[in-house]
């Protein structure tokens, strides 16, 4: 056994045992603090090895925010865009029926490429809002659907149908709109004013086309230019 001086024995077992019990008590009062620091650098080591790093969540903390900013949209803006989804669908089947039952009326085929038209369109106009509602953390609900009206009494009583639907569907974007802002959802409201846009052009069309079936009236020579010229109201690719 070696031996050393007794005092400098003394002091530096004194030591060795004062530093062994200020680790130990160390230790004990922070170990939860230093499991915390092992996790996150776990975790952000974790992230640095990701491919994606530019997604990776850098704190276990962020797990919690992340779940709340999946959910972009309330449940009450997320009903009315669903409810908006159904008549867009709705709309889009009424001008089916018209296109179809103006095929099989005689001398109607512009009337009929127009109603097909404004049918497709229609359909655009559903799918971009359930995208929009996926994108923003909610989920587009696919509407079941009650059969519209499919026989009408004349081809002026089809266009006085086509006006009022339009003005149906205004109102409900509006009413959207509202409840947008009520909400202080500017992503949405910023979303709708395509649809606000889009319907001040669809009551235009509506009106003037039964402006001139007014001005025709039983006259066939008159609704013959009608049904000629009447997808002088759509672009070539279709839209007005």
């Not at 050393?4 to 024995?9: A, F, R, T």
């Not at 159904?86 to 709309?91: P, V």
């Not at 127009?114 to 953390?137: A, T, W």
């Not at 509202?178 to 979303?191: P, R, V």
């Amino acid at each position: 056994m070696i031996g050393c001086p007794g005092s400098i024995c003394k002091y530096f077992i004194y030591y060795v045992i004062v530093y062994l019990l200020s680790c130990f008590k160390l230790i004990r009062k922070s170990r939860t603090a230093i499991a915390g620091q092992l996790i996150k650098q776990i975790w952000s080591h974790s992230c640095y090895l990701s491919k994606n790093k530019g997604s990776c969540l850098k704190r276990p903390n962020d797990l919690v925010t992340s779940k709340k900013l999946l959910f972009m949209v309330s449940k009450s803006i997320q009903e009315a865009l669903n409810k908006q989804v159904q008549m867009e669908a709705e709309s889009s089947q009424a001008y089916l029926a018209m296109a179809s039952w103006a095929e099989i009326q005689p001398g109607l085929e512009g009337v009929t490429n127009f109603f097909y038209q404004q049918s497709d369109e229609e359909r655009v106009h559903m799918l971009k809002l359930l995208r929009f509602i996926n994108e923003r953390g909610g989920f587009g609900m696919v509407p079941a659907l009650a059969q519209p009206i499919v026989t009408f009494k004349s081809i002026k009583n089809v266009f006085e149908e086509f006006l009022k639907h339009e003005l149906k569907v205004s109102d409900s974007i509006n009413e959207l709109v509202h409840l947008s802002l009520s909400e202080k959802d500017y992503a949405t409201h910023n979303f709708l004013q395509w649809y606000v846009n889009e319907q001040m052009e669809e009551e235009r069309v509506a009106r003037t086309l039964n402006d001139k079936l007014e001005m025709v009236g039983d006259d066939k020579g008159g609704l013959y230019l009608f049904d000629r010229d009447i997808m002088n109201y759509r672009g070539a690719d279709g839209k007005k």
